[in-house]
């Protein structure tokens, strides 16, 4: 299957679908860059070329590797730097950019979105939005194969998307939407097979093979007396209800094995610390409040998501909009916060994070 490319001045070129090979080493992080470059997306022969939407950029993967070991039969172009962590010249690293991964869509002439991009913790899973498919695919790295986990999207239906999420061990993708039509795609990639749930519109995290998924039913603002304003609702993937409460907008991150929730909170007030609250995922009852040491300079906290049970990823934001002082692994039983040495201070703008590392 080919697809058409559209420039500026309305010529066409075929070019063959991108079939990647089987890739070993796992995704470390992927970024994208501060610039957007926006073009007219690929499109298929058939539809009204007045209608496409335009797609910004691409998605670069980090990925680390020893040279030599594993097979990497992507069928992209990619450098190779090694000499990498504590010098040894078998440690190598790559940054490979994925082209067929928006960043971002240009929704109208001056509203740009940001489009997630996905990784599992162990790096070997990704979910994107495809620009030659115009669909959300899942992608299996070690077996080369691509599936899609969305039906195509429009403008419309991008600018209703909340959330983009994948179970641990890359079993089940999911992907929600708001709007007139709140709804919740769950993927089985084994089967290709995607079930519906209607009402939800965001995941808050997958447990492994989706036992257990996190999930909201108001994504707007809504008024006190909205019954499901902030109410946490814990499913499990055939989506039956399993627990219930009401929460903030700031619970997010479900863990690998279900059973937690977290929320990083400020204190009011000058001088006032930031928390990691941990949460028990069916009831909302806060089993730990761990007071952030990330530095002993300000700044302020972002989560990331969860390295395993053990482990949850912030980023230490500074004070001024736009700085960074890097990435820490906070152990959620005793709050000890450890820099994850081998990540930037900043990995750009709506950072997705794979494998990574805690280094003492």
Same mark, same amino acid.
């Given at each position: 299957?080919?697809?058409?490319?559209?420039?500026?001045?309305?010529?066409?070129?075929?070019?063959?679908?991108?079939?990647?090979?089987?890739?070993?080493?796992?995704?470390?992080?992927?970024?994208?860059?501060?610039?957007?470059?926006?073009?007219?997306?690929?499109?298929?022969?058939?539809?009204?070329?007045?209608?496409?939407?335009?797609?910004?950029?691409?998605?670069?993967?980090?990925?680390?590797?020893?040279?030599?070991?594993?097979?990497?039969?992507?069928?992209?172009?990619?450098?190779?730097?090694?000499?990498?962590?504590?010098?040894?010249?078998?440690?190598?690293?790559?940054?490979?950019?994925?082209?067929?991964?928006?960043?971002?869509?240009?929704?109208?002439?001056?509203?740009?979105?940001?489009?997630?991009?996905?990784?599992?913790?162990?790096?070997?899973?990704?979910?994107?939005?495809?620009?030659?498919?115009?669909?959300?695919?899942?992608?299996?790295?070690?077996?080369?194969?691509?599936?899609?986990?969305?039906?195509?999207?429009?403008?419309?239906?991008?600018?209703?998307?909340?959330?983009?999420?994948?179970?641990?061990?890359?079993?089940?993708?999911?992907?929600?939407?708001?709007?007139?039509?709140?709804?919740?795609?769950?993927?089985?990639?084994?089967?290709?097979?995607?079930?519906?749930?209607?009402?939800?519109?965001?995941?808050?995290?997958?447990?492994?093979?989706?036992?257990?998924?996190?999930?909201?039913?108001?994504?707007?603002?809504?008024?006190?007396?909205?019954?499901?304003?902030?109410?946490?609702?814990?499913?499990?993937?055939?989506? %039956? @209800?399993?627990? #219930?409460? +009401?929460? =903030?907008?700031? !619970?997010?991150? *479900?863990?690998?094995?279900?059973?937690?929730?977290?929320?990083?909170?400020?204190?009011?007030?000058?001088?006032?610390?930031?928390? %990691? @609250?941990?949460? #028990?995922? +069916?009831? =909302?009852?806060? !089993?730990?409040? *761990?007071?952030?040491?990330?530095?002993?300079?300000?700044?302020?906290?972002?989560?990331?998501?969860?390295?395993?049970?053990?482990?949850?990823?912030?980023?230490?934001?500074?004070?001024?909009?736009?700085?960074?002082?890097?990435?820490?692994?906070?152990?959620?039983?005793?709050?000890?916060?450890?820099?994850?040495?081998?990540?930037?201070?900043?990995?750009?703008?709506?950072?997705?994070?794979?494998?990574?590392?805690?280094?003492?």
């Amino acid at each position: 299957m080919g697809f058409l490319y559209f420039n500026r001045h309305g010529e066409s070129k075929a070019i063959p679908e991108w079939q990647p090979g089987p890739f070993d080493p796992p995704v470390q992080y992927a970024s994208i860059p501060e610039v957007s470059d926006c073009r007219d997306r690929l499109t298929d022969a058939t539809e009204d070329t007045k209608a496409k939407l335009v797609l910004c950029s691409e998605w670069t993967l980090h990925v680390n590797y020893k040279k030599g070991q594993g097979r990497q039969e992507l069928d992209l172009p990619y450098g190779m730097g090694c000499a990498g962590f504590k010098n040894d010249e078998d440690d190598c690293s790559s940054d490979i950019q994925l082209f067929d991964a928006a960043s971002k869509v240009q929704i109208d002439g001056s509203y740009r979105q940001g489009v997630p991009l996905r990784i599992t913790p162990d790096g070997h899973f990704i979910s994107y939005f495809s620009k030659s498919w115009m669909r959300y695919v899942g992608w299996d790295l070690r077996a080369g194969q691509r599936k899609a986990i969305s039906p195509r999207l429009d403008a419309k239906a991008l600018n209703d998307l909340q959330s983009v999420n994948i179970s641990p061990d890359g079993r089940f993708f999911t992907v929600a939407f708001s709007g007139a039509q709140p709804r919740l795609l769950v993927t089985d990639f084994t089967t290709g097979q995607t079930s519906t749930l209607p009402g939800f519109c965001r995941v808050l995290g997958l447990s492994q093979a989706a036992a257990v998924i996190a999930a909201k039913r108001a994504c707007t603002d809504i008024g006190e007396d909205e019954p499901n304003g902030d109410t946490i609702t814990i499913l499990n993937r055939q989506g %039956l @209800v399993t627990g #219930e409460w +009401k929460g =903030g907008d700031s !619970v997010d991150d *479900l863990s690998p094995d279900g059973r937690l929730l977290v929320e990083v909170l400020a204190s009011v007030g000058e001088g006032g610390k930031e928390h %990691l @609250v941990i949460r #028990e995922a +069916k009831t =909302g009852k806060v !089993v730990r409040t *761990l007071t952030l040491r990330l530095l002993s300079e300000p700044s302020d906290a972002i989560g990331y998501g969860w390295i395993d049970n053990d482990e949850y990823i912030l980023q230490a934001e500074t004070p001024e909009p736009g700085g960074s002082f890097g990435y820490y692994g906070v152990n959620i039983r005793t709050g000890k916060s450890v820099r994850i040495r081998d990540l930037a201070l900043s990995l750009g703008e709506k950072a997705s994070l794979g494998k990574v590392r805690i280094k003492n």
